[in-house]
């Protein structure tokens, strides 16, 4: 892994030529927030050496580097996920990248399912917490001291600090948004009625298949997190919407908006 890792970072710095302080991964419907960047450079993931190719429709497959304000970002155009057939490792490979070409800060967005009443289809949910309910953990086999510690201190994941900022950004900008805990399961199927129930009962607002790996890895490195759902549909254990990828999209996109104003802000003021 450290070899790969590094062969990677050699052949990416050799194309961009600068050290981006923030690492953003867009989740699904999330892929136009490049239009706010300042574009310097785009690698396809086919061109890119160990890396892997995303499968799943609304995730486009490369990173793109560039500014926002003056602060120099890479973000990911598509994700990976478990349930792509990847595992744990492969899918939290970006994250060790980033990390090493000069990533400090990391942003995480997904699309996720609702359980939480005061929740409504395109609300916007400010990650405090998450579970981890996820089949494989990305930090499973011996451990790379050159990474980070074996025992991973996992009582902030998500920065309180950045959090803050970005409730004093969505408070400026208008923009309504919640906060709460999101629950990793590895889908692709989405929830069952009893399953949903179950997240609810677990103590989880929102549920959906990713972002957890990467937030572990990131905290392995010490990279400071920040995590924002958009709910894309609404489940409880009494009843649930008819939901299928393309509502997820488009549920998404609707929400999108104001999520790239709160997201470009946070990067700008943070």
């Not at 300042?38 to 086919?46: H, N, Q």
């Not at 990847?86 to 090493?100: A, G, S």
């Not at 451990?143 to 803050?164: H, K, T």
């Not at 894309?232 to 008819?242: A, K, L, Q």
Request: overall charge negative.
């Amino acid at each position: 892994m450290w070899e790969q890792v590094q062969e990677t970072v050699s052949y990416i710095k050799e194309k961009i030529g600068f050290t981006p302080e923030y690492g953003i991964i867009l989740g699904s419907g999330l892929g136009s927030f490049t239009n706010d960047i300042e574009v310097e450079c785009t690698l396809p993931y086919s061109e890119i050496p160990n890396f892997p190719v995303s499968t799943v429709q609304g995730h486009k497959g490369a990173l793109v580097f560039g500014t926002i304000g003056t602060k120099r970002v890479v973000a990911m155009q598509g994700r990976f996920h478990f349930y792509e057939g990847y595992d744990m490792k492969q899918v939290t490979f970006p994250v060790r990248v980033m990390k090493f070409l000069g990533v400090t800060k990391l942003v995480v967005s997904n699309a996720s399912g609702g359980v939480n009443p005061n929740y409504e289809v395109g609300s916007i949910v400010l990650i405090n917490d998450h579970i981890n309910m996820m089949p494989e953990h990305p930090l499973r086999g011996k451990n790379d001291e050159r990474f980070g510690p074996r025992f991973v201190n996992m009582s902030e994941p998500y920065s309180r600090a950045m959090l803050l900022k970005a409730k004093e950004v969505a408070a400026s900008l208008n923009i309504e948004v919640q906060d709460g805990v999101y629950m990793g399961l590895q889908g692709p199927t989405f929830e069952t009625l009893a399953e949903y129930r179950m997240v609810k009962n677990i103590g989880a607002d929102c549920v959906g298949m990713s972002t957890v790996p990467e937030v572990i890895v990131a905290r392995h490195m010490e990279m400071e997190v920040f995590g924002l759902s958009v709910i894309t549909d609404m489940g409880d254990e009494e009843n649930i919407e008819e939901v299928n990828h393309a509502e997820v999209l488009k549920a998404a996109e609707k929400a999108e908006p104001s999520v790239r104003k709160l997201i470009k802000e946070l990067i700008i003021q943070y």
